[in-house]
């Protein structure tokens, strides 16, 4: 079992920065994947960025080039440093670990924090 837990949300102006933090109470080592999804009212849960345990990143192309993911494997946390944010970046960001398994993956979440971008 995986347990996340996410901060760093909160109210920003158009521009400003935001870092969130995802700490899990496994080493992240062990997790396959690593990513923040987002979900604003009324839309789908969608993919912001990721990071696999190889060091790999991918990320949402509304995001490319604003957002930072990376990790710290002794703290066991990942971290988004989000840029130059827009009012359409305002939703509920998720934390996700991914644990591929031989015959399923393994999805856990975390909480949710809220980030709400002002014009």
């Known amino acids: 079992q995986v347990q996340l837990v996410e901060s760093g949300g909160g109210l920003v102006q158009a521009g400003e920065p935001l870092r969130l933090s995802c700490a899990a109470s496994?080493?992240?080592?062990?997790?396959?994947?690593m990513g923040w999804y987002r979900q604003a009212p009324g839309k789908q849960r969608e993919l912001v960025a990721s990071?696999?345990?190889?060091?790999?990143?991918n990320y949402a192309d509304s995001v490319k080039g604003r957002f930072a993911i990376s990790r710290d494997n002794a703290k066991n946390t990942v971290y988004p440093q989000m840029n130059s944010l827009k009012p359409e970046d305002t939703a509920v960001y998720y934390c996700?670990?991914?644990?591929?398994?031989?015959?399923?993956?393994?999805?856990?979440w975390g909480q949710g924090t809220q980030v709400t971008v002002s014009s």
């Open positions: 990071i696999t345990s190889g060091g790999g990143t």
């Open positions: 996700n670990a991914k644990v591929v398994l031989i015959y399923l993956t393994k999805n856990y």
């Open positions: 496994v080493s992240i080592n062990s997790i396959d994947v």
